[in-house]
């Protein structure tokens, strides 16, 4: 069984599903930027995008949960200042640099669309510190009330998932995606709306986290393992597939998919933790990439390639599951190398790697 060592500095096996979650993201990201793949003809890219985020989320809420963290007000206010250094600084300056490099003769209207666009720009770290400012701010009022009271996660659980499910139920809520106008508004500039569809999944993996040996002792359990596995196939298939369901329906399908495919991904990486250690090559790679998840983010955008060519073959040929992720996930790799590259460079400037990367 694995144990979680409140001393130890990282956890080899979490690192590794963060860095294996991260070229998910630039997989993405190549085959529908340099690839120009349509995601409604995709054969890949419908199944990746339901559960790459909410385990990128998943990851960020089960690394957020600290046991013997003391929430006094000085270490709120230290703790929220240092996330918006770290999630915000470097942001603002990869968006600026990404403007220039890309539009440089539109700079302002690369700006102003990567502003108003629903996932334009770097969204990924403004949703982030959105969602640790409102779990900060949470466990400091927690701990002022009562120790007894930490049961309110569940609570706050409950609440990020109310707040998910309004922006798929446009007949009552037409503020999201089911305005008349969507991707207009504050929700859609500040990012907001990402923290509405992902919160819940950051606070699942903290209450994963704060409930590490029950939950353990659950995953142990055959029956367990079976019934994620069932979960994810049948919501998988009714929400890619089948659709059985009603329109109003469908989401239900969709999220339990994203629940169950996330733990899926979890078990399997905890199950073979011993194959993703320092000591093996795939480890030591994978945990690399994990541990530089931020870099990668930021610099990926500016190296994404252009190969259309690669886009119009399948749609000739029609899409196929596993050359569509082999081609990805291949691009993918040469791309984060060079992030990496870049990155290393950029480290040797204490005041960029502070500032940029958040060390």
């Known amino acids: 069984m694995t144990e979680l060592i409140a001393k130890k500095p990282r956890i080899e096996w979490i690192d590794a599903m963060r860095g294996f979650t991260m070229i998910l993201v630039v997989a993405y990201h190549v085959s529908?930027?340099?690839?120009?793949?349509?995601?409604?003809?995709?054969?890949?890219?419908?199944?990746?995008?339901?559960?790459?985020?909410?385990?990128?989320?998943?990851?960020?809420?089960?690394?957020?949960?600290?046991?013997?963290?003391?929430?006094?007000?000085?270490?709120?206010?230290?703790?929220?200042?240092?996330?918006?250094?770290?999630?915000?600084?470097?942001?603002?300056?990869?968006?600026?640099?990404?403007?220039?490099?890309?539009?440089?003769?539109?700079?302002?209207?690369?700006?102003?669309?990567?502003?108003?666009?629903?996932?334009?720009?770097?969204?990924?770290?403004?949703a982030l510190f959105h969602m640790l400012f409102i779990y900060y701010t949470y466990?400091?009022?927690?701990?002022?009330?009562?120790?007894?009271?930490?049961?309110?996660?569940?609570?706050?659980?409950?609440?990020?998932?109310?707040?998910?499910?309004?922006?798929?139920?446009?007949?009552?809520?037409?503020?999201?995606?089911?305005?008349?106008?969507?991707?207009?508004?504050?929700?859609?500039?500040?990012?907001f709306i990402q923290v509405m569809q992902y919160f819940q999944f950051f606070v699942y993996g903290n209450i994963v986290h704060r409930y590490w040996d029950r939950f353990q002792r659950l995953l142990d359990t055959h029956w367990f393992v079976l019934l994620v596995m069932l979960l994810a196939f049948l919501s998988c298939a009714d929400f890619l597939k089948l659709h059985v369901l009603e329109a109003e329906w469908t989401n239900l399908s969709r999220t339990v998919g994203m629940y169950a495919m996330l733990t899926l991904?979890?078990?399997?990486?905890?199950?073979?933790?011993?194959?993703?250690?320092?000591?093996?090559?795939?480890?030591?790679?994978?945990?690399?990439?994990?541990?530089?998840?931020?870099?990668?983010?930021?610099?990926?955008?500016?190296?994404?390639?252009?190969?259309?060519?690669?886009g119009q073959f399948f749609n000739q040929h029609h899409h196929n599951f596993v050359a569509e992720v082999v081609l990805s996930v291949a691009v993918a790799l040469v791309v984060i190398g060079f992030c990496l590259l870049i990155s290393n460079v950029l480290r040797l400037s204490p005041i960029l790697k502070k500032y940029l990367f958040g060390r």
């Open 32 to 126: 529908q930027q340099a690839f120009l793949v349509d995601i409604k003809q995709s054969a890949s890219l419908p199944f990746l995008v339901l559960f790459r985020m909410p385990l990128f989320f998943f990851i960020s809420g089960f690394l957020a949960y600290r046991s013997k963290a003391v929430w006094s007000a000085g270490e709120y206010v230290r703790m929220v200042g240092k996330k918006a250094r770290v999630q915000l600084v470097p942001t603002v300056v990869f968006f600026l640099v990404a403007a220039i490099l890309l539009s440089p003769g539109n700079v302002g209207k690369y700006l102003t669309a990567g502003v108003h666009s629903p996932t334009g720009g770097y969204w990924f770290t403004i």
């Open 139 to 191: 466990c400091f009022i927690v701990n002022h009330i009562s120790k007894h009271a930490r049961w309110t996660i569940f609570l706050l659980w409950g609440i990020a998932i109310a707040a998910y499910e309004t922006v798929y139920l446009p007949q009552w809520f037409d503020y999201a995606f089911g305005s008349k106008h969507p991707h207009e508004g504050w929700l859609f500039d500040t990012k």
């Open 265 to 310: 991904v979890f078990m399997f990486f905890r199950h073979y933790e011993a194959h993703v250690t320092r000591q093996t090559r795939l480890g030591r790679t994978l945990q690399y990439i994990g541990t530089r998840t931020l870099d990668i983010y930021m610099i990926h955008k500016l190296l994404i390639p252009n190969l259309p060519e690669v």
